[in-house]
């Protein structure tokens, strides 16, 4: 019924709200965690996603606590984040493949930050416990995949780059027309041109009183979560605004 539905996604707004305030709190503080809560709720497409019953905000929730338990893993060294980091990620790839695109610049980032600077006595529990998460995520989600990797694989790319996704295409993929239709689009009903301006006003607001707002940590973590998908997602046929909110 309409009323499970609405209780479905009232539960997800929860945990959104939740580990979106912990991640940000532990990339920031507690009052940027607010702040992060508060205006990403204001999005047009998140009040959008709210209100409609797809699997995106089910995947951005997902995606948010995914992170959070990455980061509290301490570099994959805290076993009690372990666990909950392969089981949420088992969800996410059976909610949505492209929860792949969205999680794999920041793991790569991990990953590197880790081999270069873990002390070697560590290494050894590292391998451990990512090995654990991947057997753990692998359970949940690789009998599905097993039977259905292929089909997915060609219904993926019908989508990306034949006639399933030509209704939702803006036009001939590198045209910068079409980008920057796409990009209109996402910052008109994604973000809103109000926030986006005041997100360009902070950035250079932050340059020109060089203030050192971000850690080098948050800085590679958010880059890396933001571009690869972003420009995945630029140059494919399905270009809806819908995709970037994770």
């Known amino acids: 019924s309409t009323f499970s539905a609405l209780l479905t996604y009232t539960f997800f707004i929860v945990i959104f709200c939740t580990h979106l305030f912990l991640l940000t709190k532990e990339l920031f503080n507690e009052r940027v965690g607010l702040l992060a809560v508060a205006i990403t709720s204001l ?14 905000f089910g995947l951005v929730t997902i995606i948010v606590c995914w992170f959070f338990y990455l980061l509290k893993s301490n570099k994959f060294q805290e076993l009690k984040y372990i666990i909950p ?18 999680l794999i610049g920041p793991a790569i980032y991990f990953l590197i930050q880790t081999m270069l600077y873990l002390k070697k006595e560590k290494i050894l529990i590292f391998v451990k416990n990512i090995t654990l998460s991947l057997f753990i995520t692998f359970l949940i989600a690789g009998p599905w995949y097993i039977k259905n990797f292929r089909k997915m694989i060609e219904f993926g790319f019908e989508h990306a780059f034949g006639k399933l996704g030509q209704p939702w295409n803006l036009g001939p993929i590198f045209s910068w027309e079409t980008l920057s239709a796409y990009w209109m ?11 986006f301006g005041l997100m360009i006003i902070s950035i250079i607001l932050v340059v020109l009183l060089q203030k050192k707002v971000f850690s080098k940590t948050a800085l590679w973590f958010l880059a890396t979560w933001f571009l690869p998908p972003f420009l995945i997602f630029s140059l494919i046929n399905w270009q809806i605004s819908v995709f970037p909110k994770p």
């Open 43 to 56: 999005f047009p497409l998140t009040y959008g996603l709210w209100r409609q019953f797809m699997l995106d």
């Open 85 to 102: 980091l392969g089981i949420i990620g088992g969800l996410g790839f059976l909610m949505k493949g492209t929860f792949f695109l969205i």
């Open 185 to 195: 689009s996402i910052i008109n009903f994604g973000i809103s041109s109000y926030f």
